[in-house]
């Protein structure tokens, strides 16, 4: 099993670019979930799918981020423009609902 | 307040040390409990998952869950150097719902 898989993992991207990250959960799993990690405000749940349906978007910061899911194997999250607050560590994680959630490894994205 | 609360240290202890992390909460409905480790650069790893009260061992990891006082642990034993990371408490309200995080409590075990 490969495990959670995010790309990229690192993105360094100018203020007004837009930017998407991708990620690619277990097989099997139906629930998938993206974090933003800072340390000010630690793991935020940004939105998470059940069944590739979106369930809760409420973390989603503005209107520049947006998710998909258009199948079992392949979300994104797209900012567009991005600022330069939004420089932070994505997690993309995922569950098949009867065990803890594995999280990728992460996409560190720097907005200059 | 935060649903979740957690000590973000940092907490530095000597090898072979008993830990123990601490977190509480303020909604009753959670029900299933996780630790995570997270080692700098790298994504949380599940240690324990645990649901009802009580404890439950795994190797030198021990969780413990009271509900009554909204209040779980994690015990490790003869801490190693190895051990140094970052501990999360992370807490849902049914499977497959959204996963609440504690702050992480920042460990360092020095040789």
């Known amino acids: 099993d490969a495990g959670v898989i995010q790309s990229p993992r690192h993105e360094v991207t100018e203020m007004g670019q837009e930017v998407t990250l991708r990620c690619k959960p277990i097989s099997g799993h139906n629930s998938l979930f993206w974090y933003r990690q800072t340390m000010m405000r630690g793991l935020e749940l940004l939105i998470y799918f059940n069944n590739n349906v979106p369930i809760d978007d409420s973390g989603m910061p503005e209107d520049r981020f947006s998710a998909k899911m258009p199948n079992a194997s392949f979300s994104t999250l797209k900012i567009q423009p991005s600022e330069p607050r939004d420089s932070a560590v994505y997690f993309c994680?995922?569950?098949?609902?009867?065990?803890?959630?594995?999280f990728g490894s992460g996409t560190r994205l720097t907005v200059v | 307040q935060k649903e979740v609360e957690q000590d973000p240290g940092p907490l530095s202890v000597p090898e072979g040390a008993i830990v123990s992390l601490n977190c509480t909460y303020s909604n009753s409905a959670f029900q299933y409990f996780m630790w995570y480790r997270q080692y700098s650069r790298k994504g949380p790893e599940l240690l324990m998952y645990?649901?009802?009260?009580g404890n439950k061992e795994d190797g030198r990891f021990t969780a413990q869950v009271d509900k009554s006082s909204k209040y779980i642990s994690l015990f490790i034993r003869d801490s190693q150097p190895s051990d140094s990371a970052t501990y999360l408490c992370a807490m849902i309200y049914n499977q497959g719902g959204k996963l609440i995080f504690g702050q992480g409590t920042e460990l360092s075990v020095k040789p």
């Open positions: 645990t649901y009802s009260s």
């Open positions: 994680a995922s569950t098949d609902r009867n065990y803890g959630y594995t």
